[in-house]
């Protein structure tokens, strides 16, 4: 007998836990017992009271878990033969193994880890068959091409610097040593991987490599060492030193490597970190772009697995713990009810899962008393809402939503009377979650129908766009598809009326804001004038004024003129009287003169009268303001500048 999962025996630990944990619990039931009522009186106090009974479901519970633990270690009990064809690849190593391997630019040293590396590469090889050849100035088939991975491991374990003779790094040699190590009868794709870490120190591996492609082996180069080089440990302990005394410095060569690879149809991976790269050609490389063959076909024994044998009696022995009762006297009245739940129990164990039958099985058990429940609410909520009472009926709605949080139904009522109460925002959420949770199928019409409803909704919101898209969702072969497609339809003439309503609205907007700047420009156009008229009225009269305050002062200054007149004109009577005859006789001698001479003089002295009354209003016009006093205002000042 064999085991598939030998580490399930640590379970055994929650076997023993488990007993332990039985054991305490009875005794402890015991103890208190015997504390509290005498044993005469066990019977009479606790009826149907049976220690052993306890004890046996005790032992029943240990044994059911104990088969389990074993059921899960895999019992592997009898076998069959089947056929088995191993397709693979065969995968030829090339070791550098001379003493520069011995660098410790990388840890622990550059042979060390090769050898890890390679270790890892088996670990991800499955058919594919491996061969190693171990090289430095000569080189040697370590192991034939084989798909035993622990005979190749121990050759592998095997190499170090001093296995072989002659020191260097023959690269054409390794080359054509694993190309010899392949079978020519087998036709298998071949593929050759050098791990190096020098310069090739015999023969031009070009020309091997170019040979070997010709075969259909391709190369793959994998150069080992920091860029800078790295000193190569000596026997004595000291480095490797040229004759002129200085320390040898290993780098590796990369155009040559990388020129092998290239002739070979391979890859080169540049190693610095202690990282081989072999994951990339083998993963990336071998195993995506080289064809496997069949390498090795035979029978193989299959075990069986009897799991099984040991989960029936662990089923069994939990069945007959919950069919014995705590107590004689109700075992009857509860046979049938631990009955069931052994059943559905022993049909979870059987199938292997039992969590999800419980899922599924368990709210049934209370579905009876929810549904009694939420249907009251319900009911009333729905009495309320015929008779327009929609306050009471969203109160009842949400009482039963508290009693079946995840009832699609209850959500849609609940939408429904805050869609008629104008609560549009209680309604759009209500609405949706009852979308939401709604399963197509079953409950396809009612999210139908709140789909629906949400379009209504939204057009209530204003939200016309959003109305359309709910709309749209109805299917085809929905009973309300036709009022959803009548919807549709309505909805968009009120989009195209609310455009055209709002183009019409801004352009009166903007013929309003055009006539009233026309009329802010006409004000104040008018305000200009006005205050032009206003200034020359103003001017007009300071002017009237000037003039009547001159003829004022004129008719003072002429009575003045006239008193002296008068004075002078009694004194002047008496000479005037002497002169008169004189005079008499001068103006009747120039009268006839003055008579021809009158009509030319008359024009000429009007036209002077009218010269001097015009100079006297341009002498006004060139300082107006000289003869006007400010008017005064009662208005403060607000600015004076």
Known sequence: MKFSNPNMFYLIWLVILLFVFVVYGIRKRARIVNRFIAPSLVNTMIEGYSP?????????????????????????????????????????????????????????????????????????????????VAFAGTSILQCP?????????????????????????????ALQ??????????????????ITDGENTTGDPVVIATEAAKKGIRIFCVGVGQEDGAPIPDTDGSFKKDDEGRIIMSKVDDEGLRKIAAVGNGLYVKSVAG?????????????????????????????????????????????????IADRKKIEKEISIEKGISIGLLALFFLVGD??????????????????????????KGIEAYEQDKYDDALKSF?????????????????????????????ALNNFTRAKEISKDGKDQLLKDKSTFNLGNTKYRMGDLEGAVKEFDQIPQTSKLYNEAKENIEFVKKKIE???????????????????????????????????????????????????QDKSQEDKQQGDKNKSKQEQNKQDQDQQEQQQAQEQQKQYEEQKQAQQQSQNGESAKEKEG?????????????????????????????????
């Open 398 to 426: 949400i009482d039963a939503q508290l009693e079946r949080p995840e009832m699609p139904e209850l959500y849609y009522n609940i939408g429904s009377a805050a869609y008629k109460k104008q609560d549009y925002e209680s």
């Open 354 to 379: 039992n969590l999800m039958m419980f899922n599924l099985i368990a709210p049934c058990v209370n579905s009876t008393a929810y549904a009694e429940s939420a249907s009251a609410s319900v009911k």
């Open 52 to 132: 052993y009974r306890q004890w046996l479901k005790g032992i029943l519970m240990t044994l059911s878990l104990l088969f389990l633990v074993l059921a899960l270690t895999g019992p592997l009990v009898g076998f069959r033969w089947e056929e088995v064809k191993e397709k693979g690849v065969d995968i030829m190593i090339a070791l550098d193994c001379s003493r520069s391997m011995l660098a410790t630019d990388i840890k622990p040293n550059r042979l060390e880890q090769a050898k890890r590396e390679i270790v890892d590469l088996l670990n991800m090889m499955h058919s594919d068959r491996a061969g190693l």
């Open 275 to 323: 990282d081989m790269d072999l994951d990339q050609i083998y993963s990336g490389e071998i195993q995506k772009n080289m064809k496997k063959t069949t390498l090795h076909s035979g029978k193989t024994k299959v075990w069986e697995n009897r799991f099984q044998w040991l989960l029936l009696p662990s089923v069994l022995l939990l069945i007959a713990h919950m069919l």
């Open 177 to 194: 040593t694993a190309t010899n190590g392949f079978e020519t009868d087998v036709d298998s794709e071949k593929a050759i991987i050098i």
């Open 609 to 641: 009268n009218q010269q001097s009354r015009q100079h006297l209003l341009n002498r006004l016009e060139d300082k107006p303001g000289s003869a006007m006093m400010p008017a005064y205002s009662e208005k403060p000042v607000l600015k004076d500048w």
């Open 145 to 173: 091409l084989t798909l035993d991975y622990s005979a190749f491991s121990i050759f592998l374990n095997a190499l170090n610097p001093d296995y072989l003779p002659m020191g260097g790094s023959d690269i054409s040699g």
């Open 497 to 547: 009326e609310k455009k055209k309503q709002e183009e019409q609205n801004k352009q009166d907007k903007d013929n309003q804001n055009q006539d009233n700047k026309e009329d802010q420009e006409q004000n104040k156009q008018n305000q200009e004038n006005n205050k032009d008229q206003d200034s020359q009225e103003q001017n007009r009269e300071n002017q009237d004024k000037q003039g």
